[in-house]
């Protein structure tokens, strides 16, 4: 079955700065990849998604890019703000498959 | 509003004593699923459902189970609770398995 490694599993930036969060995944037919992202004691929400036809997404300050050869495929967050503090989930998935999440990055922004 | 629900919030339970964690949702999802989160092990996918009368095993399903009789509803049942299934637990529901799935608030259960 799929397996979902993430990295950092903290990170710590000074707001403004940019952070980045990385993902590899195992099952080469996995071809959905989205982005949680669960501020603390919330629920899990969609911050960014990906499918295996597009090399990069990008939606304001966020982008991902996946590398598919590698298996692997990364968060972007350009000019962080403290509201960006959060823990950051990758996960993995094709049609049929069951969802396999990363382990999660915790993310704070320093003022 | 479009959302989804699970009951109760909190649950302290002990050991063996059945229990069964409510999931609804008004989007007319046709998939569902269960995960749980613990400290450092991230969401784990417990069973989801595909559509009505069609469920299947996530990567933890052990000491759990699961019924889809209406499209709305995804109860989650455990039979003999043991203090290793003390964690807290999201339903989610989507379009399907590769959209984006929209979570419930959470379930603490502590099972002593």
């Known amino acids: 079955g799929e397996n979902v490694e993430q990295h950092p599993s903290t990170l710590s930036v000074q707001e403004g700065d940019s952070a980045v969060i990385k993902c590899t995944y195992s099952d080469s037919a996995s071809n959905y990849f989205p982005w949680y992202k669960q501020e603390l004691g919330k629920r899990p929400q969609l911050i960014i998604d990906i499918r295996s036809n597009v090399g990069e997404k990008k939606d304001q300050r966020i982008a991902v890019t996946l590398n598919k050869t590698a298996k692997h495929f990364s968060l972007h967050i350009t000019e962080t703000q403290p509201e960006d503090s959060a823990v950051y989930f990758c996960a993995a998935t094709h049609p049929g498959q069951n969802f396999v999440f990363g382990p999660g990055t915790r993310l704070s922004v320093l003022p | 509003e479009a959302q989804v629900t699970q009951n109760p919030r909190y649950l302290i339970t002990v050991t063996g004593k059945k229990l069964t964690v409510t999931c609804s949702q008004n989007m007319n999802h046709e998939y569902m699923s269960w995960y749980r989160q613990d400290p450092g092990l991230g969401l784990r996918q417990i069973y989801y459902s595909m559509n009505v009368e069609v469920t299947d095993k996530g990567d933890v399903p052990e000491g759990y189970k699961v019924s889809r009789k209406e499209k709305r509803n995804f109860p989650l049942i455990l039979e003999s609770p043991s203090p290793n299934q003390t964690s807290l637990y999201f339903c989610?529901?989507?379009?399907?398995?590769?959209?984006?799935?929209?979570f419930g608030p959470g379930t603490r259960l502590t099972v002593l």
């Open positions: 989610a529901s989507s379009f399907s398995d590769t959209r984006e799935q929209f």
